[in-house]
């Protein structure tokens, strides 16, 4: 399985970006994909995720002003990030994951990275 992010880069404070995320491979129907962000110094969080079914939880930070989707079909996420703030700025990955009985298979994206800054 591999995981291609796409659709970082340098925006100002207020602006937008989306990112893609394009995954291949052998993929289980059933899956949840994610965005996940680490920014210097700091641990890799949560950004979204959503399910295969279209089921989507945000962290707060980022609630209201970030939309994430995904097109089975394509086998792509997207990561709408709208209202950007410095605190946004960060590598943003993709990961996708799924259980087949007692094991879980969990992959990650190489990272694009976010930066906000005027």
């Known amino acids: 399985v591999q995981l291609v992010e796409s659709g970082g880069g340098l925006v100002q404070p207020g602006g937008s970006l989306r990112l893609s995320c394009a995954a291949s491979?052998?993929?289980?129907?059933?899956?949840?994909m994610g965005w996940y962000r680490q920014a210097p110094g700091k641990q890799r969080e949560l950004v979204s995720i959503?399910?295969?079914?279209?089921?989507?939880n945000y962290a707060d930070s980022v609630k209201g002003r970030f939309t994430i989707s995904r097109d089975n079909a394509k086998r792509t996420a997207y990561l709408q990030m709208n209202s950007l703030k410095p605190e946004d700025t960060a590598v943003y990955y993709c990961?996708?994951?799924?259980?087949?009985?007692?094991?879980?298979?969990?992959?990650w994206g190489q990272g694009t990275q976010v930066t906000v800054s005027s």
């Open positions: 990961n996708l994951k799924w259980v087949t009985g007692l094991r879980q298979h969990d992959y």
């Open positions: 491979g052998s993929i289980f129907s059933s899956n949840v």
């Open positions: 959503i399910t295969s079914d279209g089921m989507a």
